[in-house]
């Protein structure tokens, strides 16, 4: 039996011995960390790769972009506090929810630079935009206090 012509003919088994063989060597030489190293990296370069074809689509079809209508490239969020639009001065805020204070619950509470309209007034959402029937804003959270022995054996 000819053992390079056994080999051509069965390549999942051909690829089982390469593996098997690797695997070997690894064991042997103590090789496990390093091949966690490799792993690791295998990882980044991967993921680099992903954000490359990526970024090479978005350049072959970014001329795409430019033949969708202007309404089609607006950008709105929708969130628990109001109506936000991606505009070119930054996030603005376009509509506000019912019940919900503009300085406590939106600048006050966010982490990003939010714009407001040129007239610096935000105006209310109604409410039959987004609820049927009645409707009323949330009440407050209330602050949960942080389980002691003193409040367990109180609740007890």
Known sequence: ????RWFS??????????IAAIALVVV????????????????IAFFLAIAFF????????RSDIETWSERGK?????????????????????????GIDLRRDVLDASAMRIV????GRVPTLPATLFT????????RPVKKRH??????????
């Not at 003919?9 to 390469?18: E, I, N």
């Not at 049927?132 to 009440?139: F, I, S, V």
């Open 1 to 4: 039996m000819n053992l390079r």
């Open 116 to 119: 407001l309209p040129a007239s």
């Open 147 to 156: 389980a002691t022995r003193r409040n367990r054996r109180a609740s007890a």
């Open 74 to 98: 607006r950008v709105f969020y929708a969130t628990h506090v109001g109506l936000f639009e991606l505009t070119e001065r930054g996030m603005t805020l376009t509509g506000l929810m019912p």
């Open 28 to 43: 042997v030489l103590s090789l496990e960390s390093t091949l966690t190293a490799i792993g690791g990296l295998l990882r």
């Open 54 to 61: 990526l970024f090479l689509l978005w350049k072959e079809r």
């Open 132 to 139: 049927t029937g009645d409707w009323a804003p949330p009440a």
């Open 9 to 18: 003919d069965h390549p999942t088994a051909r690829g089982f011995l390469v």
